[in-house]
């Protein structure tokens, strides 16, 4: 069967400096994202035990436990992606276009994720996601790793909000955190993401008034969804 695994960091620990400091990035990558992993692998080997035996008793909480550590080993993986040394400034192309059409501008889509992250009750995350439904980008607020979450969404950029994210060096100041990461940003990677996902078909059609070649938001304005790069089913 096969195991999840812990991805490197395309680059050193200390390269995303001063805005996350090395000492953030060694335990959050070699310890917490390594804790996800594990768990992850244990849970499916005792979901494993629990089937041969027909011992279903505990299933809820193996559940449970599953969904917490995969969804964390998903997350973090992409977070580290999402970064880069070199990164910040704004997306370009059929990105940016598609943030200002569901978003009204970057500014509002900057100020809108920022929020979700920053007003996080306890431990969780903000992220930007393609509701492959509706055909738009959208946010949404997750808490834990797996919680309050939307069916149907494929993440493209993970803001992390737990506190081993920034408390070493930002101490009570998370929102500075949440400013800092801004230099951060891999668009790129956002944008590979994007294309990628823009090609996900849910087979869902008749949920939404986008495919009917309605508008979502109403009279008067049709917004377009973009359409699947070529070459992909
Ligand atoms: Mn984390």
Redesign the pocket.
Known sequence: MSKYTLPDLEYDFGALEPHISGQIMQL?HDK?HAAYVKKANETLEKLDEARDKSDFTRIGGLEKALAFNLSGHVL?SLFWRNMTPKGGGRPKGELANAITRDFGSFDGFQKQITEVAGTIMGSGWGALVWDATSSRLMTVQIHDHHSHTVQGVVPLLVV?A?E??WYLQYLNEKTKFFDAIWNLWNWDDVAARFASARALDLGLNGVTDRANGGDAKGAGKTRQAPQPPAGRA
């Open positions: 959050h917490h973090h992390d737990w081993h994210a």
